[in-house]
């Protein structure tokens, strides 16, 4: 795959999506808030309009309150003897005087003010006056409360609203009658053209009372009639005095917000249709979508823009590397001017291919010399002198026919040097680097006898791993011919201990010890009359495994010396 295909994939990924996401959670969001600003608007309307109808009832119920304790009324109703004497027109008048502040019906929408005496003697004016009995029939009654109700009328097809309550006398406070207002619907709730304009318009206003009776509803055909069964079923299970429902009607879903009206059994119904409050949300929504996909597709063919321009530098190295791939180390350069973190690139890959035709010449230049310090090492492991006076030591056991001690040695010797050799290899068991270190004290027994104690105390695990060869030995013969030299009776201990990061073998005598500038000058210079082998060991041991391996040396005069060798763990010789 192409690097600016990938990079616009990871361009999808760390950006777009992440703006995916975010857009998303800002749209519920948004869209939450949407819906409960709707909300809040719509119960500030249902509010607005419960004052408003409270308002008007309190105003018309204000008016039967003054009728009722009216003097032409109270005496009207008291004394129906008194006025069936003075005759009807005395009585209308009275009746008229009681009215009389009520100058225009047209202003209170009071289609008519009518009371009804529980006299069966009374005498109806046709006008005002009636008996108990008309205003059962007009309700259609067989009982009329004795507290204050509204009620709905229809008259020539037209609904009003009927306010009744009855009338007590003042002096015997005993009921003498009732009083009706007719009004029109309207001046009751013409809170609904308010709520129209702010309220959307598929939404709905309905009235109704205690009864689930339609008191209002902008279809004058639902006036008079039940509420819908589902309204009823929610508001039963809901016993607070408003609220936030939703509910199902007729397969079409409505959130609704109910409110009672204040001293009168009558509740408020706003119903919206959810699909018209989602119709708000979607719109919003699409606008934002539409923003943010214009954008996603601007920044889209910026950034394929912009990672071709930065690909170009990117190709350009592409095909040095490719030379350099084929083994071509010697590539063209250009004028490095400063520029963008391609061109630092480019810089640096040219600078490196220096670096690397220097690391190749350095690394061949090694290799001779550890050749050659190889060869240094082989010739250091053949001492002359200690070969010489082993052959005459065995020349000299034969000429006193002391065959087996003669073949004792030649049995050590031989194990020395085929240990040495080792069919080539540089690496051995432990177990096989032990062996030769004895086998080089055994010929040293036999020739001197046992003047010094040698005591292995070796970590049961170490055998089976992995050394260098041929580094005990050189430890061994410089701590016998250096440390316990002129001695009788020395002393040397081999203690192998093995930890998680490396092998530790440390070879200590009780001889006479050095100065600390004597210790450093044995791995500085690997002249053989100041330590044979020790700095060649330690040089070995550095140049395969590192700095962190190799040998120390602890020492005072006359307190011995330490020879430390740290070596790595290798179970295996592909480890080394």
Known sequence: MKLHKKLMIVYLVTILLPIVGLTNYFLNQMSDLIIRYVSDSYQKILVQSNNGIYYNIRFYESILDNLTVSESVQNVLSEPDVYREKGVIIMNREISRAVRFIQAYQATDVESIEFFSTSPDVMSDGVYLFPEDRLRRVLGLNEIP???FWILEQYDGKYYYALVRPIYSIGEFKKIGYIKLTIQIPSVTYVQETMGNKADA????????SKGTIMFNPDTDQLGKPLPQEIVEQTSKDRSSESELNLQ??????????????????????????????????????????????????????????????????????????????????????????????????????????????????????????????????????????????????KNEIDMDEKQTAIGMVVALADLFRISVSKGSNTIRFEQEIDHAKCYLKILEIRFGARHTIEWQIDPQIPSLYTLKIILQPLLENAIQHGLKGMAGGNVTVIGELTEQAVIVTVRDNGVGMTKAQAETLLSDHSPSKGIGLYNVNSRIRMYFGSEYGLSIKSEPGNGTEVVLTLPVLEGVEHV
Not at 278 to 293: F, G
Not at 314 to 334: D, E, F, N, Q, Y
Not at 346 to 370: A, G, P, S, T
Request: glycine letters at 4%; proline letters at 1%.
């Open 249 to 394: 009607i007729q397969g079409t879903d409505y959130v609704m917000w109910y409110r009672k009206l204040q001293n009168v059994d009558w509740t408020m119904y706003l119903l919206v249709p959810k699909a018209s409050i989602q119709s708000k949300v979607n719109e919003i929504r699409q606008t934002i979508l539409t923003v943010s996909i214009i954008c996603m597709i601007i920044f889209s063919f910026l950034t394929l823009l912009i990672t071709r321009q930065l690909t170009r530098g990117i190709r350009r190295l592409h095909a040095k590397v490719s030379r350099v791939g084929r083994g071509v180390l010697s590539t063209s350069r250009r004028v490095h001017v400063k520029g963008d973190e391609i061109d630092e690139l480019d810089r640096n890959f040219d600078n490196m291919l220096d670096n690397l035709r220097d690391l190749i010449h350095q690394n061949y230049v090694e290799k001779l010399e550890r050749r050659e310090m190889e060869l240094n090492f082989l010739q250091a492991q053949i001492n002359p002198h200690f070969l010489y006076n082993t052959l005459d030591a065995i």
């Open 146 to 148: 004795d507290s204050k």
């Open 202 to 209: 598929s939404g709905s206003l309905i009235i109704a009372d």
